[in-house]
């Protein structure tokens, strides 16, 4: 069974940096890829980066430079670097994995089987 936990999350100003951590359980260090995505409030969950078990990373075009994602080398917490942010990054921040991800199923929220709870980022103007 694999399971996730983030933690990082909290109230930040505007042009703060924040690193997120998501607590893998289970076999996810084998052929698994990770990623995060946030969900703001009246908007659909959006991929912000995605790193495959080959170390291959993915990121959404709109945030590239503003974050990075990255894993341990036991590949049992993953973290997500947040750098500038602004108000439209206040959303609920989730971490995902799953064994079956492609290059054209990685920005997908429904292909990725396993979740953790979120955690909220609210940023202060």
């Known amino acids: 069974q694999v399971q996730l936990v983030e933690s990082g999350g909290g109230l930040v100003q505007a042009g703060a940096s924040l690193r997120l951590s998501c607590a893998t359980s289970?076999?996810?260090?084998?052929?698994?890829?990770v990623a995060w995505f946030r969900q703001a409030p009246g908007k659909e969950r959006e991929l912000l980066a995605a790193?495959?078990?080959?170390?291959?990373?993915y990121y959404a075009d709109s945030l590239k430079g503003l974050v990075s994602i990255s894993r341990d080398k036991a590949k049992t917490t993953m973290y997500l670097q947040m750098n500038c942010l602004d108000s439209e990054d206040t959303a609920v921040y989730y971490c995902?994995?799953?064994?079956?991800?492609?290059?054209?199923?990685?920005?997908?929220?429904?292909?990725?089987?396993?979740w953790g709870q979120g955690t909220q980022v609210t940023v202060s103007s």
């Open positions: 995902a994995a799953d064994k079956s991800i492609n290059t054209s199923s990685i920005r997908i929220s429904s292909k990725y089987d396993y």
């Open positions: 289970g076999r996810t260090s084998t052929r698994f890829t």
């Open positions: 790193l495959t078990w080959t170390g291959y990373s």
